[in-house]
């Protein structure tokens, strides 16, 4: 599943220090998407090489949520054994501090910023597609990984499901240019109807030519068992072979998969043309493959001022990724070079060319150039840019046929483009305003200026130094108003209006504001204002500054408003300047896309292909074959947002889509059966034979596994019992626990608890009796429990691991379960101490019997003691793994530490207090991982035998399992980020010189289950159970673990 990308040209790589800090910087630049080494090397130094430390400091986020606060049942009077009332749950109620004037001044200002507006598009596009992608995960599972044993019928094809292809160690390329052609109908039918004379097999003495040939037998039998197996995936490895040896020779060494591709191409096109044109070879136009994969292009350009015009065959069709947008912007930039119209031919330009299609293929594949060569790393790099592309693209604005029309609309695109660009920077003008260093948004500055002006001073002037004040005052208003008067002088509209208006207010002012005396500061430091304002300004002049500011600001806004509207209209323009009918005759569809994830040196490969008769697409990942959207096809190939992206387009032509769908009219299932009955006997007889091994290995592995004793599974009853009973003295049988219910497991657990309270009401049972006693010991308990339950928990102390009770109090539990469940703690057979306990327990137990199905919804109640002893289970898995962390146990503590998590989400599905902190969870899960996954590294590649098995064991038991499990469910940012640093670490590992070859086959069949989580059904297995003897044992050791956590120091609790 995985393919080894290798350049030519690289030489001997840099030192061991060198190539692991590039290789560190590289991870870095994958894992945050920031792409300024300076930067990544400063973070990475400050984290002393720690990579995950290094991640945080780039991408720390801190959130804070409300607390959750728990509602509990208030205790009021009590009629015989009734409970208090439940209260509703309190509701926080947040009030924000409002920002909006200063966001609004902040985005205003960065509005007109086309780098801030391309930004902001993209964080947008970010968000909604993180968002997409963890929806998308969540509605949609495709293999359920969770309890599941894998049996010999996951081997077998459902149905006429597409089959899928066995990945023979990186061979994935193969695998998704391979399904994608096999899935075009008139592809496969040329394939599987190939034959050549015998006597062109006999003048066929070239090496080429015989391995062409053997190539197309293979490639028969592999396109026949696709057609007709019963298997869930076929094995490619005879037609791979092939491949292989011509790849290792000299003369056809690869450099990366595009040239796959195109040789594969080639070798079928060779092949074909043995069979066609027998008399005349080079003569390629009957050729059936030219005929469906190749067109050709009019390239007309100017060179040194003479004009020129050749016609060339293309296949795939290159196109630059870097600069682009879309694939119409690719197109487009790929069809004109340099300046081509009259005027500069006429001058004598160096160079520019215009390329138009003359023929187009019926399958038109693109290949998107998304790997570049770095001249200062000396390696070749992977473009991650974000690039769109339609389902459905019209052809006729790149059609020689279409070519004055065109050009003519380029011509109006390139006149309104100009257009923009004036438009811009008249924009630019207001919101750049100034003419220092520092310029600002000429709205806002009229703003501030207004604000300035009525700001009125904080403290009242003495009236010996009014004289200065009113000077300064006016002098100060003066030059604010000249200020004003100069900059508003560069706007041509508003040029006389505004000398007027600065004219009438020196006329009409007093004489004291035509000093010339300087600005001097107060004489006090208690004389001035909190904030600046104007030491005195009378009411007129206010009225006046006010009036001429907003008028002026309230005109520029709307010249802002103005200039912006005639953009957007151009740029509406611009899009769809080829919405025009007559330029949508020629329209293809969408039929495969090509993905690649990784880097430039290594990766994997996966295809989606459209499927017609189902009108889906569907994800072809190696042996997986899993129904797919348009949603995830976006996330994962336009890229952009992680280091997946499409690689190559096919598209076919409208009439091919119709005869797709005129040929698949009675489905799929049917069209398969029908090809399999046209097919040559001798590829039926291969077909039935391939399944008749089929048959053969199901039987065999049946009877391995009648050979091995069956596990049974324990039941819920017995497998809450063993996380949550007592093992005292009292214990029963295990036949005898299984039976019992969880509701008295719970009144066991809490049996000193009730013996206590029963042993409180000694007094009022010698003086009024059993039932005042009982009433007394459950007034008195359920008062304690409810005050237990409304304590303040600390990271130390979780009160619910005390009582059953608690927990349902904290949960807001139907008044009618805690009243059935504290009565069923007094009846609990366990509490025959003595008379007193006996007596309590039978009346306890009689007042049992009187509760009816109507009472109490038995349903419900069962759910709730279910969700306590998950609860409890949860608890025991977390602080169970926390230990066997702390004591470097990875292997063990993962496992916990999986389940309690899986669990956990059950219960946190249900109400925020039902289980225990995910977080913490996820993070020991996470840490468990990373180091686990370097161990099991480690050993992979020490190449001593044993040490590599071991290696690999802890990848497929483990490691891969629990990927699978965390990418199944809602993934946070710092799951996917640890998964991302994992597999990068296995495929750096790719192309290794100091790695032999065996290790390098091991590490192709391991990598596609690491990197894909589709694949295949995986079983983690659970781990053994664990049994805590009573309920204050188990909050001591939930507060040694959680203390040891926060303290750092390894803790062994017994």
């Known amino acids: ?55 945080s400091f780039l991408t720390e986020e801190h959130a804070q949520e409300p607390n959750q606060s728990t509602a509990a049942a208030e205790p009021s009077a009590w009629e015989g054994s009734a409970v208090g009332k439940q209260l509703p749950p309190n509701v926080a109620a947040l009030t924000p501090n409002n920002k909006e004037d ?17 930004t902001e598009r993209e964080a947008e596009r970010a968000q909604e597609a993180h968002s997409a992608e963890n929806k998308n995960r969540s509605k949609r599972k495709r293999c359920e990984v969770w309890g599941e044993n894998p049996k010999q019928n996951n081997w077998r094809r459902v149905g006429d499901w597409p089959v899928g292809m066995k990945n023979i160690g990186n061979t994935c390329w193969f695998s998704a240019v391979i399904q994608s052609l096999f899935q075009l109908p008139e592809f496969r039918r040329l394939v599987l109807g190939y034959s050549l004379p015998q006597s062109v097999l006999e003048n066929c003495r070239s090496r080429t030519g015989k391995r062409n040939v053997a190539f197309m037998q293979e490639l028969q039998c592999l396109f026949a068992l696709m057609l007709g197996t019963r298997r869930k995936f076929v094995d490619p490895s005879a037609a791979l072979e092939l ?74 069709y290159p196109l630059q990724v870097n600069g682009y947008q879309n694939l119409n912007e690719c197109l487009e930039g790929a069809m004109v070079e340099g300046e081509m119209d009259e005027e500069t031919a006429a001058q004598s330009v160096k160079y520019g060319q215009e390329r138009w299609f003359t023929k187009l293929p019926p399958v038109l594949t693109f290949e998107l150039s998304r790997f570049e060569f770095n001249q200062s790393l000396g390696q070749p790099e992977k473009i991650h840019t974000r690039l769109e592309f339609p389902q459905t693209i019209y052809m006729d604005r790149y059609l020689y046929s279409s070519k004055e029309l065109i050009q003519m609309k380029r011509e109006e695109i390139k006149r309104l483009k100009e257009k923009i660009v004036i438009l811009q920077q008249k924009l630019e003008r207001y919101m750049k305003y100034g003419s220092g260093p520092t310029r600002f948004p000429l709205p806002d500055m009229l703003q501030y200026v207004l604000e300035f002006v009525t700001t009125r001073p904080a403290v009242v002037i003495s009236s010996a130094h009014d004289s200065q004040t009113t000077v300064l ?38 004489p004291q504001q035509k000093l010339s005396t300087p600005l001097q500061p107060s004489d006090s430091p208690a004389e001035m204002s909190d904030c600046p304002a104007p030491h005195m300004v009378s009411e007129e002049e206010m009225n006046l500054v006010r009036t001429c500011l907003q008028r002026w600001r309230n005109e520029i806004e709307q010249d802002i408003q103005d200039l912006k509207d005639s953009i957007a209209k151009i740029n509406l323009s611009i899009e769809q300047m080829y919405c025009d009918p007559l330029l949508q005759q020629v329209p293809y569809r969408l039929h495969a896309v090509l993905v690649h994830e990784g880097q430039a040196n290594a990766g994997h490969y996966w295809a989606y292909i459209y499927d017609q008769p189902r009108k889906s697409w569907l994800k072809y990942n190696d042996i997986s074959v899993t129904e797919s959207s348009w949603e995830e096809l976006e996330r994962d190939s336009f890229g952009g947002l992680k280091n997946a992206s499409a690689y190559c387009l096919m598209y076919i032509s409208d009439k091919v889509s119709h005869f797709v769908a005129d040929d698949n009219e009675d489905s799929e299932v049917g069209q398969f059966q029908k090809e399999v009955e046209a097919l040559p006997p001798e590829l039926k007889h291969y077909i039935q034979e391939d399944n008749w091994r089929l048959e053969q290995e199901a039987e065999e592995w049946e009877e391995e596994q009648s050979c091995k004793i069956p596990q049974i599974e324990p039941s819920p009853a017995f497998e809450s019992q063993d996380l949550s009973s007592d093992s005292g003295p009292d214990q029963s049988s295990v036949c005898e626990q299984s039976m019992r219910s969880l509701s008295s497991e719970h009144a066991m657990i809490a049996k000193e608890q009730t013996a206590q309270a029963i042993a409180n009401t000694a007094d009022a049972y010698e003086k009024n009796g059993v039932e005042a006693a009982l009433c007394e010991a459950f007034h008195e308990e359920y008062s304690r429990l409810y005050l237990l339950a409304k304590e303040t928990p600390t990271p ?64 419900e109640y069962k759910r709730w003691h279910e969700d306590y002893s998950l609860f409890r289970k949860v608890s025991v898995y977390l602080l169970t793994g926390l230990e066997l962390y702390q004591n470097r146990k990875y292997q063990e503590s993962l496992t916990y530490l999986v389940y309690a998590y899986q669990s956990n989400t059950t219960l946190l599905m249900k109400g925020p207090n039902r289980g225990v902190n995910e977080s913490l969870i996820a993070l020991y899960r996470r840490k468990c ?27 497929n038991e483990l490691i891969i399992p629990c990927m699978h499990l965390i990418i199944n469910n809602d993934i946070s940012k710092d799951d996917l980020d640890a998964i991302e640093v994992m597999r990068n670490h296995w495929c750096s590992y790719l192309g290794r010189e100091d790695m032999d070859a065996n290790l390098q086959l091991k590490l192709g069949e391991l990598l596609p289950r690491l990197l894909d989580c589709s694949a295949e059904v995986i079983v983690l297995k659970e781990p053994p159970k664990i049994r805590p003897n009573s309920p204050y044992d188990l909050c001591s050791r939930f507060a040694a673990v959680m203390e040891s956590i926060h303290g750092a120091s390894t803790v062994t609790v017994k």
């Open 929 to 955: 991982l990373l180091k686990l996954n370097d161990m099991a590294a480690s050993l992979f590649v020490s190449s001593e035998e044993a040490h590599v098995a071991e290696g690999i064991n802890i990848l």
């Open 243 to 316: 491949l292989r040896d011509a790849f290792r020779s000299a003369e056809e060494q690869q450099q990366d998969v595009s040239e796959f591709t195109h040789k594969l191409l080639d070798w079928l096109e060779d092949a074909f043309q043995l069979a066609v044109n027998v008399n005349s070879p080079g003569d390629k136009s009957e050729n059936p493959m030219v005929q469906l994969f190749y067109g050709t292009f009019l390239t007309e350009g100017v060179h040194e001022g003479n004009t020129f015009s050749k016609i060339e065959t293309f296949g795939q």
């Open 102 to 118: 200063l966001q609004a001044v902040i985005a205003f200002s960065l509005l007109e910023s086309p780098k801030a507006q391309a």
């Open 473 to 510: 005052q006016s002098q100060a208003e003066s030059h604010v108003l000249d200020r004003l008067s100069q900059q508003n002088s560069i706007l041509e509209a508003k040029n006389t209006k505004t000398t007027e208006d600065t004219a009438f207010f020196l006329a009409n002012s007093s």
């Open 796 to 859: 130390q102390n979780d009160a619910r691991l005390q009582h059953v009770l608690v927990y349902f109090l904290q949960n807001n539990a139907p008044k009618q379960v805690v009243e059935r469940t504290l009565l069923e703690q007094f009846a609990d057979k366990n509490l025959s101490y003595d008379e007193r306990s006996i007596s309590i327990m039978k009346v306890a137990r009689a007042k049992l019997r009187e509760i009816g199905p109507d009472d109490v919804d038995m349903e």
């Open 1 to 55: 599943m995985t393919a080894e990308l290798q350049a030519a040209e690289g030489g001997p790589g840099p030192g061991p220090g060198g190539a692991d800090c590039q290789m560190l910087l590289n991870q870095l630049r994958e894992i945050t998407g920031i792409q300024d080494s300076a930067f990544l090397h400063a973070a990475l130094k400050a984290a002393n090489g720690d990579l995950m430390e290094a991640v």
